[in-house]
């Protein structure tokens, strides 16, 4: 099977898009699990404030 110029381009076109697509979804996942992993970190280090401060006050 033989692609005639356009075609190879369209091609290599289309594989480049979904190349940056894919790209561009596995970023945003890793950032929003790498956010959701800072924030439970936050609450971790708050819950265990609170309740190291309520022990030392009774």
């Known amino acids: ?8 381009v369209a091609a290599i076109g ?9 790209g561009a979804v596995l970023v945003g996942m890793f950032l929003a699990i790498s ?6 970190v ?3 280090l708050v819950a265990r404030s609170l309740l ?4 030392t006050q009774r």
């Open 1 to 8: 099977m033989h692609l005639s110029a356009g075609a190879t």
């Open 14 to 22: 289309a594989g480049t898009v979904a190349v940056l697509v894919i």
């Open 35 to 40: 956010i959701t992993a800072g924030s439970l």
């Open 42 to 44: 936050v609450v971790a």
């Open 52 to 55: 190291n401060s309520s022990h």
